[in-house]
């Protein structure tokens, strides 16, 4: 591709031969000619001419012609690495939120000048060729896209590390809107061919199970006592640090049989008996987040994580030991940290290869992998820190609860030694939750089998240390720290906002792409006009580019647009949100001609399909929406849009798109929060409760710059005897009007009485997550944020301060900590 200097900010500028020495370091010489590689990959890959290619056809060619500039550089990487005998991390994660790669992959390695001209050669719309481009389906949440932020980092950061993570056939499921309500789809983002992945069969992995499986009935069945094996067949896909200089990898582990089929069952005319075996082992990794409301999803999120952490370990092992590295050196060549608890089998399984494999004795085996293993803990919610029946244990993975078996009798011996006749402490602390149903306790086995733990903002830190483990904090003090989460600006603001972008480096230079913390210059410039005026007119550009994209042409941009988009959950309190708007509607039905400001609300986010609450909530918010659109006295006043499938792309347009960040999770539920972070960096103000990491941001941006509300964390804890949700419906004129429209069926009318269960759960089933105790507070909250929005100057002036104080929040910054004070690693550049 050919290169030309940078000139429309203040970038430093790239120049053809810069880059060619850059990725030109392998035997194979890049010419610099602009249709090199993408006229080859659409004949060759595809046998096709230019004018015969459909728009996906030049997608995968363009694709292919990114890779092939990045290739040698990939491989020049893990050369170094290999070469110094480097420590290495790796980071097992169940999901990875990549998002799509094209545009992220074509910045990182700074080749923008290149594809613009490519483009401009060969008439090629690039929103046409990027949309292209499925979401991978490799995560759903935070806790994907925090891990796929991570590895940016790294790779940006010279440190050397792998992600490893499964590669789902399906991602977790498309979300349409019906009716008002969510109907789930597959979500095949494998459809296509993927043009960033390399297969690598000949690095593949046997994972040994004690039992067997059979299809039965349609349904996948265990076969105990029969022991059978599966294949990890690794899949590659490049992370591109920004520069381009350091290419890391993430690892996807697809399962496939030891047998294609049998031969003689196929000959006999048992066409299906034949591919049983191929069937079961591909069903491993078929899908992201199997329904786990039922006992076969269960098992088949047991396997899978189980998969993952035998084939990553036997991956990295064989690799450390081609090295030709002593034993007793794992922990200073390798740090494993789990993303959560699901890679928690990492503990036993570590254990299993150095006591069965290796031949050590327990005590070298156990510092070792104490050593080498870290844990994040991401939840305070004692539902989702998992636990998995002994049984499973003992049918599938014998040795593993063998394993267990001997750590807990070890450490309870301490317990007992340290706390005599402390029973309930025993009870706690045990790796196994007693009962007619045993359990491993997997947070608990996180805990004892690694040399950190680390919660993910300060507060969620301390709440672990207090609420959830307070007994193994009290023990192993040492171990505990926090970890405040970033997100990586290249994707989240120099890709998803280049109008803002633009105006930042044009003002301060391009140095805050890789440090952050520059934005801090910014801070003098909220008293400039003209700068004030540039971030307006940015912030306009993404709001109209927003709704392009979304195709609404009726969206209004100079109404404010206030956004929530986070997976629907009750303690996430989408329903608050409604809540407030349904406050706001009786408003206008009650006065016409108030006078408040025009808004726009957007809610995006999907839910567990068994989840059917959070799943009422979506389809309350779509009759919400349908009700003010069909209301004249709502007409350019008030309106609600809900944004079907919310994933990574649409991320990309809504978040620089958006003037307010609802970040309204019941104090003391939200471990940290990214997206608040990213809103803040694009510029929206934050309306929020004083949890997770938005207490840090509010802390560095001083609070007056964010409207905070609410219960704090220690309020709601200490109200859960006495609190009475009916004593808000009773006392408080706007909350009773807000709940009676909704129980007169003003929003249902075609379906009288399908809200009760809302009504239900706020009136009469306690109001678990406090909407009610709340929802004064943060109308009030809100008519602040209105009033400020009408002195559009002293709104700008807020939205800059926030922009200048989210350098703290980088994904670098967090990666940087992770590596001194956990990992132990050092950059290794090629």
């Known amino acids: 591709m050919n290169t030309t200097k940078i000139s429309k900010t203040k970038t430093r500028p790239i120049v053809k031969e810069t880059l060619l020495a850059r990725y030109n370091c ?27 290619a459909t728009t996906r056809d030049k997608f995968e060619a363009i694709a292919r012609s990114v890779r092939d500039v990045l290739s040698q550089r990939w491989l020049k990487t893990e050369e170094t690495f290999r070469q110094r005998n480097a420590k290495r991390v790796y980071y097992l994660s169940m999901e990875f939120l990549l998002g799509r790669s094209l545009a992220n992959n074509i910045a990182n390695l700074q080749i923008d000048p290149a594809w613009q001209e490519f483009r401009q050669n060969h008439h090629i719309d690039p929103l046409q060729i990027i949309e292209q481009e499925p979401d991978a389906g490799l995560g759903n949440g935070g806790l994907g896209r925090l891990a796929a932020c991570f590895l940016d980092s790294m790779a940006t950061l010279g440190i050397p590390g792998m992600g490893y993570g499964l590669r789902y056939e399906y991602g977790m499921f498309r979300q349409n809107i019906r009716n008002g309500g969510q109907s789930e789809q597959p979500d095949h983002w494998l459809a296509r061919p993927d043009p960033w992945e390399v297969p690598r069969p000949d690095q593949a992995v046997q994972v040994k199970l004690n039992v067997s499986f059979e299809i039965r009935g349609g ?44 031969f003689a069952q196929f000959s006999s005319g048992d066409f299906v008996g034949a591919l049983a075996e191929t069937l079961t082992a591909e069903t491993f990794t078929r ?11 269960k098992g088949l999120r047991f396997l899978q994580e189980y998969f993952l952490v035998a084939c990553s370990l036997a991956d990295l092992v064989r690799r450390f030991r081609a090295a030709g590295n002593d034993w007793s050196a794992l922990p200073d060549k390798a740090a494993i940290q789990l993303n959560d608890t699901h890679p928690t089998m990492a503990v036993p399984e570590l254990m299993r290869l150095l006591l069965d494999e290796a031949k050590l004795n327990w005590d070298d085996a156990w510092k070792l992998t104490q050593r080498t293993l870290a844990y994040t803990n991401h939840t305070l919610l004692p539902e989702a820190l998992e636990k998995w029946p ?6 599938l993975l014998p040795r593993h609860l063998e394993i267990v078996y001997e750590i807990n009798r070890r450490l309870l011996d301490d317990v007992r030694a340290k706390h005599p006749g402390d029973e309930g402490r025993i009870a706690r602390c045990s790796l196994i939750e007693e009962g007619a149903n045993r359990q491993v306790r997997m947070a608990n086995l996180a805990i004892v089998g690694s040399h950190s733990t680390n919660g993910v903002a300060a507060l969620h830190s301390e709440l672990l240390k207090q609420r959830v483990v307070p007994d193994f904090a009290a023990m192993f003090p040492e171990r505990f720290n926090n970890k405040t989460n970033g997100v990586t600006p290249r994707r989240w603001l120099l890709l998803a906002n280049p109008s803002l972008a633009s105006v930042i480096t044009e003002a301060i230079g391009d140095g805050w792409i890789t440090d952050l913390a520059q934005l801090e210059k910014l801070k003098p410039l909220a008293d400039d006009k003209a700068f004030r005026q540039a971030v307006i007119a940015a912030k306009r550009q993404a709001k109209l580019r927003f709704i392009q ?30 809540l407030h708007v349904v ?14 400001p025009p808004r726009t609300f957007f809610f995006g986010g999907k839910a567990a399909p068994a989840y059917h609450f959070a799943k009422l909530v979506i389809k309350f918010i779509n009759n919400l929406a349908g009700t003010l659109r069909s209301d004249p006295v709502a007409k350019g006043r008030l309106k609600v849009v809900f944004v079907p499938d919310y994933r990574v792309s649409v991320a990309e347009y809504l978040i620089p798109a958006s003037d307010v960040s609802e970040q309204i999770s019941t104090a003391g539920y939200e471990a940290s929060g990214t997206s608040n972070m990213k809103f803040m960096m694009n510029g929206a103000l934050t309306i929020g409760t004083r949890d997770g990491a938005t207490i840090e941001m509010a802390q560095a941006a001083d609070e007056e710059n964010f409207f905070l509300f609410g219960l704090s964390a220690e309020q709601v804890e200490s109200s859960r005897g006495w609190y009475d949700p009916r004593w808000h419906y009773e006392n408080e ?12 069926n003003h929003f249902s009318r075609n379906e009288p009485d399908i809200f009760t269960p809302i009504l239900d759960a706020l009136l009469r089933r306690g109001d678990n997550y406090r909407h009610l105790a709340d929802l004064t507070s943060y109308a009030e909250a809100h008519k602040r944020l209105g009033e400020l929005h009408t002195n559009p100057e002293a709104w700008t002036c807020k939205v800059i301060l926030n922009i200048a104080a989210s350098g703290s929040f980088s994904s670098d910054r967090t990666i940087a900590k992770y590596a001194k004070e956990i990992w132990n690693v050092t950059p290794c550049p090629a």
Not at 34 to 51: K, M, P, Q, S, W
Request: net charge negative; no cysteine; charged share 25%.
């Open 390 to 395: 002994v049984a499973w244990f003992r049918d």
């Open 549 to 578: 994209w979304l195709g609404i042409p009726e969206l209004d941009p100079d109404t404010i647009f206030d956004t929530q988009i986070k997976r629907i959950h009750e303690y996430k309190r989408q329903l608050l949100n409604a």
């Open 583 to 596: 406050v706001l509607y009786n408003r206008l039905r009650a006065n016409s001609k108030l006078d408040q």
């Open 219 to 262: 349904m996948l069945t265990i076969v105990p006592g029969r022991p059978s094996s599966l294949i990890g067949i690794p899949y590659d896909r490049p992370v591109i640090g920004y520069g381009g200089k350091t290419i890391n990898t993430l690892r996807l582990w697809a399962a496939q049989a030891p047998h294609d089929f049998d």
């Open 287 to 297: 899908v992201l987040y199997p329904d786990d409301h039922t006992t076969e999803g």
């Open 733 to 744: 004129p706007e909350t009773r009007a807000a709940l009676d429209l909704i129980a007169r």
């Open 26 to 52: 392998g035997p194979v010489q890049m010419s610099g000619d602009a249709n090199g590689f993408y006229e080859r990959h659409l004949t060759f890959d595809h046998v096709l001419r230019d004018t015969e």
